[in-house]
T-cell receptor, first 113, second 114 residues
């Protein structure tokens, strides 16, 4: 069965600092990989996705993620965070040909001024 | 505005009652997915419809049911409600079925059972 682990429940960084959110997945083959962001009281917004090809994918709002097959990881990065990046971030996987997204438990990001 | 519309935004009801949550997918999208977000279970897939037909089922309770109508909007019916059903219910839509088309999520319906 597919599963997603986000090891960090809560991360605090200072505004302007770099950010890396970790995501590890378990799946027999290479799944589709996603990062979503959820602001308080809002729905889920897609930041970026990986299907195949270049393992470094660029997303919206200055985010990027790198797929590492050998580590079964898909970590999200941003070189310099802004106060508006404070939100909950979810990593998700979907098996190729499957219908459902399997989400991690989420990482809550707090930004210190 | 994502283009996926969910109503109502908030719902407070008593145990044992029945409620209906509504979702209008993004224009042109044929697939609708329902997810439940709770503090203890996280985001869980409930059910998917594609062009009016059920395509996939997840951890959906027997007390819950859904359907997709000819105009492609979908309704999630929750009956015999329990306190533990309190959660945020999301609808998402995609052009076709499968992840390669990407999901667009609505802003959710927050259900509180008292």
């Amino acid at each position: 069965a597919q599963s997603v682990t986000q090891p960090d429940i809560h991360i605090t960084v200072s505004e302007g600092a770099s950010l890396e959110l970790r995501c590890n997945y378990s799946y027999g083959a290479t799944p589709y990989l996603f990062w979503y962001v959820q602001s308080p009281g809002q729905g889920l917004q897609l930041l970026l996705k990986y299907f195949s090809g270049d393992t470094l994918v660029q997303g919206i709002k200055g985010f990027e993620a790198e797929f590492k097959r050998s580590q079964s990881s898909f970590n999200l990065r941003k070189p310099s965070v802004h106060w508006s990046d404070a939100a909950e971030y979810f990593c998700a996987v979907m098996g190729q040909g499957a219908q459902k997204l399997v989400f991690g438990q989420g990482t809550r990001l707090t930004i210190n001024p | 505005d994502s283009g996926v519309t969910q109503t109502p935004k908030h719902l407070i009801t008593a145990t044992g009652q029945r409620v209906t949550l509504r979702c209008s997918p993004r224009s042109g999208d044929l697939s609708v997915y329902w997810y439940q977000q709770s503090l203890d279970q996280g985001l869980q897939f409930l059910i998917q419809y594609y062009n009016g037909e059920e395509r996939a089922k997840g951890n959906i309770l027997e007390r819950f049911s859904a359907q997709q109508f000819p105009d492609l909007h979908s309704e999630l019916n929750l009956s015999s409600l329990e306190l533990g059903d309190s959660a945020l219910y999301f609808c998402a839509s995609s052009l076709r079925t499968g992840g390669s088309y990407g999901y667009t999520f609505g802003s959710g319906t927050r259900l509180t059972v008292v």
